[in-house]
């Protein structure tokens, strides 16, 4: 059983902090990671993908993996009010075609106070 | 990134009738697939629409519940057939990229509520 595991928050952080979210799969022959950011009633928007261990940053966001420990995480920089949304970190098994299913976990909530 | 749409946004039907939900892409897409969203959970899989060939569902969900179409690569139309109350739900299109890393986008969604 494919497994990919959040804390479901919710995670609090004052306006202007660093918010950490954390992420962990279950399946070792995972390629590829993303980040979505979900607001409530709307749908699921693509925010950062990796697949290739350490980090990657773009803009206030960087993600962070390392495939040893199964884990990846997303870290928001000067976190705004606007980041309030529920994180859904998605891990795929291959490399898209036929292997493309994504294994969502079940999202943390992140609200940032002013 | 691909622009996805969805017809109906929302919908309130009865139970016993059936709603087919179209999703459109603004460009060619070999995979499009099909979710379910329930209120304050994650996203659950219905099936993966391939152009040109039978959908493939996951368990738990059947081809006679929720018949898919993939006609071509721009387009694909989930039903959700006799419908009870347990089917009201968020369903969501997605389209994944040609490229690495195969991106998926995914639709606005449909609301869906049975009475």
């Known amino acids: 059983q494919k497994e990919v595991e959040q804390n479901s928050g919710p995670l609090s952080v004052p306006e202007g902090a660093i918010a950490s979210l954390n992420c962990t799969y279950s399946?070792?022959?995972?390629?590829?990671f993303f980040w979505y950011r979900q607001y409530s009633g709307k749908s699921p928007e693509l925010i950062m993908f990796?697949?290739?261990?350490g980090d990657k940053e773009d803009g206030r966001f960087t993600a962070q993996l390392n495939k040893a420990s199964q884990y990846v995480s997303l870290l928001i920089r000067d976190s705004q009010p606007s980041d309030s949304a529920t994180y859904l970190c998605?891990?795929?098994?291959?490399?898209?075609?036929?292997?493309?299913?994504?294994?969502f976990g079940k999202g943390t909530k992140l609200s940032v106070k002013p | 990134s691909a622009v996805i749409s969805q017809k109906p946004s929302r919908d309130i039907c009865q139970r016993g009738t059936s709603l087919t939900i179209q999703c459109q892409v603004d460009?060619?897409?070999?995979?499009m697939f099909w979710y379910r969203q329930q209120p304050g959970q994650s996203l659950t899989l219905i099936a993966t629409?391939?152009?040109?060939?039978?959908?493939?569902?996951e368990s738990g969900f059947v081809i006679d519940k929720f018949p898919i179409s993939r006609p071509n690569l721009t387009f694909s139309t989930l039903t959700v057939s006799n419908m009870s109350p347990e089917d009201s739900s968020i369903y969501l299109c997605?389209?994944?990229?040609?490229?690495?890393?195969?991106?998926?986008?995914f639709g606005p969604g449909t609301r869906l509520t049975v009475t």
């Open positions: 997605s389209a994944e990229q040609t490229l690495a890393p195969y991106e998926q986008y």
């Open positions: 399946d070792r022959g995972s390629q590829s």
């Open positions: 990796i697949y290739s261990n």
């Open positions: 998605a891990v795929m098994l291959g490399y898209g075609g036929s292997q493309g299913n994504l294994i």
């Open positions: 460009s060619q897409v070999t995979m």
């Open positions: 629409a391939n152009q040109g060939s039978e959908a493939t569902y």
